[in-house]
T-cell receptor
Framework: DAKTTQPTSMDCAEGRAANLPCNHS???????VYWYRQIHSQGPQYIIH???NNETNEMASLIITEDRKSSTLILPHATLRDTAVYYC?????????FGAGTRLTVKP | GAVVSQHPSWVICKSGTSVKIECRSL??????MFWYRQFPKQSLMLMAT?????????EQGVEKDKFLINHASLTLSTLTVTSAHPEDSSFYIC????????????FGPGTRLTVL
């Protein structure tokens, strides 16, 4: 019952920016957008989250559209170690429910 | 950042036995912990939510008598898979949340359970 839609997979060249889109057209006004990633056989790693303003940290930038119906995670300079499944999650209350995510492959 | 540990990291057991998995928040107090299960090539599925000192809330389709969850302290939650069967073989992941409601979740490294 995830409230987000993401492409199944994407490729990105090493050193280039990786832009991962996410649609969340039914998001409510007080629901945050979270991004996590999971490298094979590890627990998910927090990347970034936001409500309506764009956010940036040492890992990535999060761009949320003005109507909040979609967002984009940007990894500015992708490396091979960024190959992972990236999950966009709209947090409903206290629960964190994962959709299928986007499998990002960074290629040399 | 905050650290969540799980023990064991992997376990192999015989069918019919019970297995306990521990989840610890190492440097913060976790008022809420979540347990997930992940089958190969699938996403994480939320199994249950536990609040310290109270009974866990299980997701629909998750048997509470089979997956016993105890959250007896602010730094420890345990998941016991009772009478495990091969179909219970999976990657079990816990996450913990601090006292601020709606705060970031920190995930453990996961426990791979194989039931023979």
């Amino acid at each position: 019952d995830a409230k987000t839609t993401q492409p199944t997979s994407m490729d990105c060249a090493e050193g280039r920016a990786a832009n991962l889109p996410c649609n969340h057209s039914t998001i409510s006004g007080n629901e945050y957008v979270y991004w996590y990633r999971q490298i094979h056989s590890q627990g998910p790693q927090y990347i970034i989250h936001g409500l309506k303003n764009n956010e940036t940290n040492e890992m990535a930038s999060l761009i949320i559209t003005e109507d909040r119906k979609s967002s984009t995670l940007i990894l500015p300079h992708a490396t091979l170690r960024d190959t992972a499944v990236y999950y966009c999650i709209v947090r409903v209350g206290n629960d964190m429910r994962f959709g299928a995510g986007t499998r990002l492959t960074v290629k040399p | 950042g905050a650290v969540v540990s799980q023990h064991p990291s992997w376990v192999i057991c015989k069918s019919g036995t019970s297995v306990k998995i521990e989840c610890r928040s190492l440097d913060f107090q976790a008022t809420t912990m979540f347990w997930y299960r992940q089958f190969p090539k699938q996403s994480l599925m939320l199994m249950a939510t536990s609040n310290e000192g109270s009974k866990a809330t299980y997701e629909q389709g998750v048997e509470k008598d089979k997956f016993l969850i105890n959250h007896a302290s602010l730094t420890l939650s345990t998941l016991t898979v009772t009478s495990a069967h091969p179909e219970d073989s999976s990657f079990y992941i816990c996450s913990a949340q601090g006292s601020l409601a709606g705060g970031r979740l920190y995930f453990g490294p996961g426990t791979r359970l194989t039931v023979l």
